[in-house]
Structure formats: C-alpha cells, structure tokens
C-alpha cells in the first residue's frame, strides 16, 4: 500500500544519500527498497533507531522468506515473524498454480478473512500497535499488496478512514508496481497471455481482492465493523487508543 510505502519512507533512514537511494529504489521497485532495507548498515540502523525511534518490527513474510532475507535489526528493536496463513507456507504463488491466478489470490483473501490462524495474526499485530505506546512500529510482508495490505486496511478503518478512502490507498500501491509488472513482462519473449495474467496477479492490486475480502468478513460476521470490535477486539477504547496516539489533532 502507499500507506505502507510512506511509512517505509518515514522510518527508513533519512539523512543524505541513505533516503534518496531508497527513494529511487522505491519508485523503480517497491521490492528493491525492500531488499535496500534488510541491507541496511549499523550506521543507518541508528538513524531508525536514534531519529525515528524504532521500537518494534512485526515480518508477515513467510518462514522461508524471514530466514533468507532477514531484517537487520538488533535486540533493541522487538521482532515478531507472524505468517499469516500456513497454505501460503506449502503452496506459494508460483506458476505451478492450478487455478486460475485470480482464483488462487480470491481464495487468499477469502482465507485472510476468515481463517482462524489469519484473524489470530491480525490480532496479534493490533495488539502490537497498542502495546507500542512510544516510537516507531514498522510492518511489512514481501511486496506490501496482500498481507501487510490487509493490515493497513484494518489500520486505516479503525482510524476512521471511509471504505471509499481505504479503496483509493490500496490502489495507490499499483503506482509502484504496475512499472514492476511492465519491466517483467517486457523482458520474457513470446509471452503467453496466461503468463501475463500470472504476473499481473502478482504485482497488480486489484479490487476484486479487496471486494473479496469485505464480502467473506460481511457473509460470515454481518458486518465489518462487528468483525473488527467483536471478532479482531478492537473496541471503543483501544479505538480511541488509537486515534490519540496517531491522529493529528
């Protein structure tokens, strides 16, 4: 998400050449930032820590993902790995797939809705954000459009944000990416219009996900804003919680 991007881009290391290399990275590909951020030297931890007050990192990446590429980060900063769904650690998205590449993310969002393990993760996380009283929290996934996405749509809701402006900052993810999708296909010859579909999938927000997503939690629980104080536990309280610490008066 862009809300995730910015966030990246506030919590990353500021001073001189540091944020203007990541910034370039994160216009040509999100992923490229990504991977700048795990590289990051002592120096320009400090910088997160010392400026930005970094305090906690939640890694929604899968088992796999979080031990090849770790975050660089030291025992001052709290680490929490919480993969959201195990089916994503036995059958990632590869070209393997049986279903069609919209079948296959509908299902994930269908199952970031209401499986019990994703709905145990996001409440997790949430209680993360609450228990982050002073500092920085920074959160992410691989790519930001599907887990970490979710999370910020939860983030966003309960902050007060309307459906319509939830929508508007999930799609300004595609931004970034949509130039990532364009360099990858352009670069594979004779390229099938199933592998075109496989990638757009991938790199591509789109809404029929994040439809998805509402239509499970509302035929399962009636209604999103019982889902998120009933089933998520977020209520009144933790609500205002919230909106204290990280709305502009």
Do not use: W
Not at 79 to 106: G, N, Q, R
Request: some cysteine; glycine content about 4%; aromatic content about 14%.
């Amino acid at each position: 998400e862009l809300f995730t991007t910015k966030l990246m881009g506030i919590v990353s290391p500021n001073p001189s050449l540091v944020i203007d290399r990541f910034n370039k990275l994160k216009v040509e590909s999100p992923r490229k930032a990504l991977d700048y951020l795990y590289n990051l030297t002592s120096d320009e931890l400090s910088v997160l820590k010392e400026k930005y007050n970094l305090k906690v990192v939640v890694d929604f990446r899968s088992t796999k993902s979080s031990t090849l590429k770790k975050d660089k980060i030291d025992s001052s900063i709290e680490y929490h790995h919480i993969f959201v769904l195990k089916e994503l650690e036995k059958h990632s998205y590869t070209k393997d797939i049986t279903c069609t590449p919209d079948e296959f993310f509908l299902n994930v969002y269908h199952s970031l809705a209401v499986k019990e393990e994703a709905i145990n993760t996001y409440k997790k996380f949430l209680g993360f954000v609450l228990d982050c009283k002073s500092g920085a929290i920074l959160y992410h996934c691989t790519s930001g459009k599907d887990r970490t996405g979710i999370a910020t749509i939860l983030l966003l809701y309960i902050l007060g944000c309307s459906k319509e402006t939830i929508y508007e900052e999930h799609f300004e993810t595609n931004k970034f990416t949509r130039s990532q999708y364009e360099e990858t296909i352009s670069k594979i010859e004779n390229l099938s219009e199933k592998e075109k579909d496989y990638y757009e999938a991938f790199y591509i927000a789109k809404k029929i996900y994040i439809d998805e997503y509402f239509r499970s939690i509302e035929e399962k629980y009636g209604s999103f804003p019982y889902f998120v104080k009933e089933i998520l536990g977020i209520d009144e309280e933790k609500t205002k919680i919230l909106r204290d610490r990280y709305l502009e008066k």
